[in-house]
């Protein structure tokens, strides 16, 4: 099959990667003219483990091409997928003003039926509002062309996208048109062959899902985020917590670690998108507020506790961060809590060293010219000469602790772990002041 696929950020190009690689012959479509002319060399924009290899071989075997033109992309494929970013507004909502700007494209050249699939995350309704763009534009072109509006959320995971595609748990396909159902069907049949994976419903519906999924799994992180800072209050341990209440199959394990809250371009936008809604239509949605509103305390846990222990001014103290990505197997930053913690050693006057496997080259980015943050090139030389460590993200590298390398590098024997990565019990033995998150009296630093 042919397809166009508009937007080659992450959703945009690992469809598209993953289709061409199970022989459709894919165009993506791209604004960015720059970003086009690397995709061509065969370079990647983002970083996602086995993309590059995928984007490569099919630009060689002539089954992905990239290109600026929305006439070209029109042209090409009788189905037509937007996936181009949808970033918060100002009050929460989803900025659909990109999505639109593709309809309108897409109505502007077409001159035979279309299927239009909503790959990006969009609110319920955006169906009936791309449609209605489409209609609009084909009425001032005086034309009567068939198309179909079809929603198809994307459930992949930053860090193992590649395998979530080509082995889904679930395709969801929003759509009540026999025809589009059938070609979606043929779309998705190499990703479809073990089981029916397929899941068809109304647009509305699926356009819920999407959202509903991401904020279940928020939901489970801010409530073992609460469930953690209560088991410091209370003298418990929720390492042991998590254990016990993780073994029954009714909650189980995914998602119910604690740390310093969650981050990445999904759970924070959809969260507040899904509020949004909510308050748009008169109704007040105060579980996913209270999730939110958990999560953005839990970004501020790891400063407070550095305060705690130096003193509000930080002036002259030297901290090393390992980990500034918001989850390992990426370099994506947004909504990151070591965002929130390095700027907060900043304002009080700190310097930092950071090292993170990938996401250097991106917080320079965030932070720009800043002559206060270093970025080592391995996690040993981040420690040289710092008065702390501050773990943020749980990559593989920083969960053996080499208690005697640090020693030697720190100033203090302090760590402050907002991943949980080690044993209090054993840093404490080694005489180390250790900030977990939710482990008891390990938060009271005892050495």
């Not at 099959?1 to 894919?26: F, N, R, W």
Request: hydrophobic share 40%; charged share 25%.
């Amino acid at each position: 099959m042919k397809v166009s696929i508009y937007g080659s950020g992450y959703v945009g190009l690992v469809t598209g990667a993953c289709l061409a690689d199970v022989g459709h012959h894919v165009l993506c479509v791209d604004v960015d003219e720059s970003k086009i002319a690397l995709l061509k060399s065969g370079g990647i924009p983002i970083y996602e483990p086995g993309l590059d290899t995928i984007v490569k071989r099919c630009i060689a075997e002539g089954t992905l091409e990239f290109t600026t033109s929305a006439e070209e992309g029109t042209a090409f494929a009788d189905v037509q997928f937007i996936a181009v970013g949808t970033p918060p507004d100002e009050d929460g909502s989803a900025d659909l003003q990109y999505v639109l700007a593709v309809a309108n494209s897409i109505a502007t050249h077409m001159d035979s039926p279309k299927i239009i699939i909503d790959k990006s995350t969009v609110p319920v309704g955006t169906a009936d509002k791309v449609s209605a763009e489409v209609r609009r534009v084909l009425d001032e072109r005086g034309l009567d062309i068939h198309y179909d509006v079809c929603s198809n959320p994307e459930f992949l995971k930053e860090g193992s996208a590649i395998p979530d595609f080509m082995k889904p748990d679930r395709i969801v396909i929003g759509s009540e048109d026999p025809h589009t159902i059938e070609v979606m069907r043929e779309l998705y049949e190499p990703f479809n062959r073990n089981h029916e994976r397929l899941v068809i419903m109304d647009v509305r519906s699926a356009e819920l899902t999407k959202y509903a999924a991401n904020a279940m799994l928020a939901t489970k992180i801010s409530f073992m985020n609460e469930i953690s800072n209560l088991a410091e209050r209370l003298g418990a341990d929720v390492e042991n917590v998590r254990r016990g209440i993780g073994s029954d199959p009714r909650i189980g394990f995914h998602f119910i670690y604690p740390g310093c809250g969650y981050g990445g371009s999904c759970f924070p936008k959809d969260v507040k998108a899904l509020a949004s809604t909510a308050k748009d239509i008169g109704y007040h949605a105060e579980l996913l507020n209270a999730v939110e509103g958990v999560n953005e305390r839990q970004k501020a846990l790891l400063l407070q506790r550095i305060k705690q222990h130096f003193g509000d001014d930080l002036a002259g103290k030297r901290f090393a961060i390992w980990g500034l990505s918001f989850k390992p197997e990426t370099d994506d930053m947004r909504e990151a809590s070591s965002r929130v913690t390095i700027a907060g050693l900043l304002e009080a006057g700190a310097t930092v060293c950071a090292y993170d496997p990938v996401a250097s080259e991106e917080s320079q980015r965030v932070f720009g010219d800043d002559d206060r943050i270093e970025y080592a090139a391995d996690k040993h030389a981040a420690t040289e000469g710092a008065d702390a460590l501050i773990i943020h993200t749980e990559w593989k590298a920083f969960r053996v602790p080499e208690l005697d390398v640090l020693e030697a590098k720190l100033n203090n024997k302090v760590v402050f772990d907002g991943r949980n990565l080690y044993a209090p019990e054993e840093l404490k033995a080694h005489g180390w002041t250790y900030y977990a998150i939710g482990r008891g009296d390990s938060v009271k630093g005892n050495s």
